[in-house]
């Protein structure tokens, strides 16, 4: 079993939806968890990062953690055409005084004008 | 400034052929990473610095040597490269005392022939 596990999609949704990008983990020992988006031939970019369970916003974005089901999600509203990329789950635990990250394998998400 | 540049954004290289890549990051960040990415999937660590110093090597072949000359700056020296080497390097930075939450260069496209 993959330490995080995150369906790859790809996801098609309307411009204007709400979308719904989810991740699954098995590792109790992860204490963050980040999501970054990644542009086809582009470095990742943080959009969010979370520390606790519980939900945090920023603009269209929602970051939700349940450490209870080991079950993190990315809400997007209403969906923008400039959203298309692949959005990557990443997590992170102490590993001999260094915060080890492990990425998820990515969403590729479309919104369709 | 959240910016981390990486240069080349493109390399092709023979297998006999000895190349660097160079990666520069002004935000007074004293760790940083180097990062390997094959098409459709993660990132996968390859070594972190701290304070300048090596402190994590994920087992990485020795074709593969990196240099931090000073804090700001991250070298990736190639030599004796496998096609199978073909990949997008990413260069990564973070506060110590924030690991978890990790700033990507754009990455150089790296093709061994």
């Known amino acids: 079993q993959k330490e995080v596990e995150q369906d790859p999609g790809p996801l098609s949704v309307p411009e204007g939806a709400i979308v719904s990008l989810n991740c699954t983990y098995s590792?109790?020992?992860?204490?963050?968890f980040m999501w970054y988006r990644q542009y086809s031939r582009k470095g990742p970019e943080l959009l969010m990062y979370?520390?606790?369970?519980g939900n945090k916003e920023d603009g269209r974005f929602t970051a939700q953690v349940d450490k209870s089901s080991k079950y993190i999600s990315l809400f997007i509203r209403d969906s923008q055409p400039s959203d298309s990329a692949t959005y990557l789950c990443?997590?992170?635990?102490?590993?001999?005084?260094?915060?080890?990250?492990?990425f998820g394998t990515g969403t590729k998400l479309q919104v369709i004008p | 400034d959240t910016e981390v540049t990486q240069t080349p954004k493109h390399l092709v290289m023979g297998m006999t052929n000895k190349k660097s890549l160079k990666c520069e990051q002004h935000?007074?960040?004293?760790?940083m990473y180097w990062y390997k990415q094959k098409a459709k999937k993660p990132p996968e660590l390859m070594f972190v610095?701290?304070?300048?110093?090596?402190?994590i090597n994920e087992s990485v072949p020795s074709r593969f040597s990196p240099e931090c000359p000073n804090s700001s700056l991250l070298n990736l020296h190639l030599h004796a490269l496998q096609p199978e080497d073909s990949a997008l390097y990413l260069c990564?930075?973070?506060?110590?005392?924030?690991?978890?939450?990790?700033?990507f260069g754009p990455g150089t496209r790296l093709l061994v022939l």
């Open positions: 990564a930075s973070s506060q110590l005392e924030s690991q978890e939450t990790q700033y």
């Open positions: 590792n109790s020992a992860f204490q963050y």
């Open positions: 979370t520390y606790s369970s």
């Open positions: 990443a997590m992170s635990a102490n590993s001999g005084g260094y915060q080890k990250v492990t």
């Open positions: 935000m007074g960040h004293r760790a």
């Open positions: 610095y701290s304070y300048e110093k090596l402190s």
